[in-house]
């Protein structure tokens, strides 16, 4: 409860009621308003645990304006310092051991975090592996991870002990509870600081890490042909784990190579190994003689320490084929090749004419939908099942018709809510909803709790069952919701384009109002569609007309699929495998 309530200020108001208690714990302190001190102080501690908890962006925006933890906590320290001065009448002696315990803490948190800085860089995380035996390494040693945890200035958090003794010394008007709660603060750093120091000690003399010389030697012994090169955050991370199972099947051998700690933490299983070397000259200082072809699955900046190699064919994949204008990206002009599903794929790139050569366009189909049924190839022992998978808002805040979610996404949840008889609804979002713009964060959130207030799962981690989902994580991955699903609402998307190996019937949202013979002449992925317009009038008349099987569409639909994916022979997988074959003979 206290969090929600604390969600609802706003993320520098948060940061500035913190300030303001330990501004009235200076206050209080100096003036020996014993009370006072007790409330915000307290205030103090609540707040610094809220924020910690629920509010990641007001502790960072501390940070940004020179007001982070470290300061917070010399406040603290200064304030119980003061009010104890202020109450207590004190020996010289003990005056000085009331300002010199406190200070012993803060210079072994200084001392142990540099320390640790220095035990850190004879260890560096230069590189991840999975799937990869890299053999015994000797490593320089490392101290328990609670000491590590714990070293700089966060050892400095056991003079919190200074808070309630000096309420107990001015309540009192003795400083012995100060001096004890200064003494065992000391102690406790210097156990920390101790371990700290010895492990320091133990590792002196330790040469270079040896983990990227090891994946050098796995790279030399195994010697990969192809490669899928992923360098983007972990939100994007979808993008590579749609080629994972094609490559999986080429039956060469190949390598999965990333740059993010956090991508390679969030990337799928796969039986591929997988190396993350997150340095850019760590990176471009590793062998990769052996690679013949590297698969780039996004147009990012780190792409370039691989597109340097000159000895392999570097080849963009792409994440799926759509009519956004982000398929046509000028970027990708800097790769060798450029492979697409089918025909609209190079088509798109002709109209464009943003520099890449017809004759660097190859067409292979899309391996990833060898698992996406058609009509009669699954059991339709199930509700009638509508899909509603709209795009995100794109990297333009001002293209209010990049996703049908904002202008149209609450009228279409709430038609198929009430659509009599009972369809089940299995809303799929793209993973990267709500992160440019705050208004589809909130519509997001507000089609979640319709589906939530009608009995629906909120967050299924799985298709079974007949009641209404809402699919966000990993599972159940979008291909499988397809085969689940006898009618799909979407936006101008690659979800629009795969789907059309379903050759089921499909609605693609119009909410900008064009013309629907312009919309379809600038739209080619829509020639097998119904559209739905802004205020979603032909919803019901098309869950209606689809539910009875009388499917106006079922030619257009085949056609298309044939001009977006490719012929069906040779399929897919065989014509991915006879073009990673040919780049690599």
Not at 407 to 416: A, P, Q, S
Request: hydrophobic share 45%; aromatic share 8%.
């Amino acid at each position: 409860m206290f969090g929600s309530l604390l969600q609802r200020v706003g993320v520098a108001a948060r940061g500035a009621l913190l300030l303001l208690s330990y501004l009235v714990m200076l206050a209080a302190g100096t003036l020996g308003w014993t009370a006072v001190f007790a409330v915000s102080g307290a205030a103090a501690a609540l707040g610094e645990f809220a924020l910690a908890r629920w509010s990641k962006p007001s502790e960072v925006l501390l940070e940004k304006v020179g007001l982070g933890l470290g300061y917070r906590q010399l406040a603290r320290d200064l304030s119980a310092v003061l009010l104890v001065a202020a109450t207590v009448d004190l020996t010289a002696a003990q005056l000085t051991l009331v300002l010199l315990l406190p200070a012993v803490v803060w210079v072994i948190s200084v001392f142990a975090g540099a320390l640790n800085t220095m035990i850190d860089r004879r260890n560096p995380v230069s590189a991840l592996v999975r799937n990869i035996d890299l053999g015994p390494m000797r490593s320089a040693p490392s101290p328990p991870q609670w000491a590590a945890g714990v070293a700089g200035e966060r050892l400095a958090m056991v003079n919190v002990l200074l808070v309630p003794a000096a309420l107990l010394s001015a309540a009192w008007g003795d400083a012995a509870p100060m001096l004890a709660g200064g003494a065992a603060a000391a102690l406790s750093a210097a156990v920390a600081g101790g371990i700290v120091a010895l492990t320091w000690l133990r590792g002196r003399g330790t040469g270079q890490s040896p983990l990227l010389p090891a994946v050098q030697r796995w790279l030399d012994t195994h010697r990969p042909e192809v490669a899928v090169y992923f360098a983007g955050p972990a939100k994007d991370v979808y993008q590579a784990n749609m080629w994972l199972a094609p490559t999986e099947a080429l039956q060469r051998r190949a390598v999965v190579l990333m740059r993010s700690r956090e991508a390679f933490a969030e990337l799928a299983d796969t039986r591929l190994p997988v190396i993350c070397v997150p340095a850019g000259v760590d990176f471009m200082n590793l062998e990769l003689g052996s690679v013949r072809a590297t698969l780039y699955a996004a147009n990012v900046g780190a792409n370039i320490h691989m597109l340097r190699e000159p000895g392999m064919k570097h080849v963009f994949v792409g994440h799926g084929d759509s009519d956004k204008q982000a398929s046509v990206n000028p970027y990708s002009k800097v790769y060798d090749e450029v492979w697409v599903a089918g025909l609209a794929g190079r088509e798109r790139y002709a109209r464009a004419g943003v520099g890449v050569l017809d004759a660097d366009i190859v067409e292979i189909g899309r391996p990833q939908l060898a698992g996406v049924h058609t009509f009669g190839a699954e059991s339709v022992d199930r509700p009638f099942t509508v899909l509603y998978a709209p795009t995100w808002e794109g990297w333009l805040d001002d293209d209010p018709y990049h996703t049908s979610l904002v202008l149209m996404g609450e009228r279409i949840v709430k038609g198929l809510l009430a659509a009599r008889p009972a369809v089940r609804l299995i809303y799929k979002p793209h993973p990267l909803t709500g992160t440019r713009a705050k208004e589809a964060r909130a519509v997001h959130e507000r089609v979640v709790a319709a589906i939530r207030a009608a009995g629906g799962d909120p967050d299924a981690t799985s298709l079974d069952g007949t009641a209404h989902l809402v699919v966000t994580g990993r599972t159940p991955a979008l291909f499988d919701c397809f085969n689940q699903t006898d009618l799909l609402v979407s936006d101008i998307s690659s979800v629009v384009s795969d789907f059309v190996q379903s050759q089921r019937p499909y609605v693609v949202a119009n909410p900008s109002g064009l013309p629907e013979d312009e919309f379809r002449r600038n739209f080619p992925t829509s020639r097998g569609a119904y559209l739905l317009s802004k205020d979603c009038g032909e919803l019901e008349k098309i869950v209606a007309l689809t539910r009875a099987g009388d499917d106006p569409m079922t030619e257009a639909r085949r056609e298309l699929k044939i001009y977006l994916l490719g012929p069906d022979e040779p399929n897919p997988m065989e014509r991915f495998r006879q073009e990673i074959g040919r780049l690599c003979g």
